[in-house]
């Protein structure tokens, strides 16, 4: 495999590093650690007189610094049967990321998170939620510093389908138990918008079509976990009903899953600002490490 971790020296950093270095990487991998510099001072130090010398020389001591993290963190990850490379970059992090793995054909990127804020991200992105919708690979978002039990939000898309095939294949998921979750998001009727002489009729038809949709789920479900035992996983699966990501968050933390698994539909611009995706709210909202993938995403075995 070939995977892009982003690291800048925080403790959440430190925390995607542990990640990484306990994953168990088929062997002939090559990890890429990246750090990032964001533009400052000293590129406009032609402009900037006096203080020329100053910007100058803190750039130095913070690209210093960052080379120091860095050949630590390739120390800390280097194996005999791995490959581990280090650089930091200049630019705009979230760009360098995404371009690095396209450069460098990234099977995986890894990046960390500083936080779970829904109105700071939904205002201003972060750099983890920018590299999840613009990466051309799957993206580990890592909070935990662990990986043992994985949740796959099956839901029968292609995208969900694709992150299916991806547990399957690839050997960082040997040993692991793998729990599969689909959730009938079916909105029920409120009593408010229902007329009194109709509303029996309504609920009725309600109760109808979350049967429907729970068994459609339950099968989805059960056709995941069967795929995935004939692949060698150690699967089990449940049916939610409710808002989809919230049931996806609640599940992972009830079974302690540090890993989350989802397909990503690619929802992208004004639509997904506004109302949000299941991926990225999962993504902003869960305690555990996720792992976002598209539809498109290569294999890698």
Not at 25 to 41: F, N, T
Not at 57 to 77: G, K, S
Not at 98 to 121: C, K, M, N, Q, Y
Request: aromatic residues 2%.
């Amino acid at each position: 495999m070939r995977i892009v971790v982003a690291t800048d020296g925080s403790s959440h950093a430190t925390q995607t590093t542990e990640l990484v270095a306990g994953i168990a990487w088929p062997p002939d991998s090559i990890l890429r650690i990246i750090s990032v510099m964001e533009p400052s001072m000293a590129t406009l130090s032609p402009w900037l007189g006096a203080a020329a010398t100053y910007s100058t020389d803190l750039d130095a001591q913070i690209e210093t610094y960052q080379q120091d993290e860095m050949a630590t963190v390739v120390r800390h990850l280097r194996a005999a049967n791995r490959s581990v490379e280090g650089a930091v970059l200049r630019g705009r992090p979230a760009t360098v990321i995404v371009d690095e793995a396209s450069t460098f054909d990234a099977d995986l990127v890894i990046v960390g998170s500083r936080g779970r804020g829904p109105i700071a991200s939904l205002v201003l992105g972060s750099t983890s939620s920018e590299v999840v919708d613009h990466a051309p690979c799957p993206v580990l978002v890592a909070r935990t510093s662990g990986l043992t039990r994985v949740l796959l939000a099956a839901d029968g898309s292609p995208s969900a389908a694709t992150a299916e095939a991806l547990i399957a294949r690839w050997p960082i998921f040997d040993g692991l138990p793998i729990h599969v979750v689909s959730v009938s998001d079916l909105v029920q009727p409120r009593q408010t918008e229902i007329a009194a002489p109709t509303s029996g009729q309504v609920i009725e038809a309600h109760a109808r079509d979350l049967k429907e949709a729970t068994a459609e789920h339950q099968r989805i479900a059960d056709e995941s976990v069967e795929r995935l035992r004939a692949a060698g996983r150690d699967s089990t699966s449940e049916v939610r009903t409710g808002n989809a990501a919230e049931e996806i968050i609640a599940a992972a933390r009830e079974w302690n899953a540090d890993l989350v698994v989802l397909g990503s539909r690619g929802r992208t611009g004004l639509t997904r600002l506004l109302l949000g995706s299941v991926a990225r709210n999962v993504v902003h909202g869960s305690a555990a490490s996720v792992l976002v993938v598209r539809e498109t995403v290569l294999s890698t075995g």
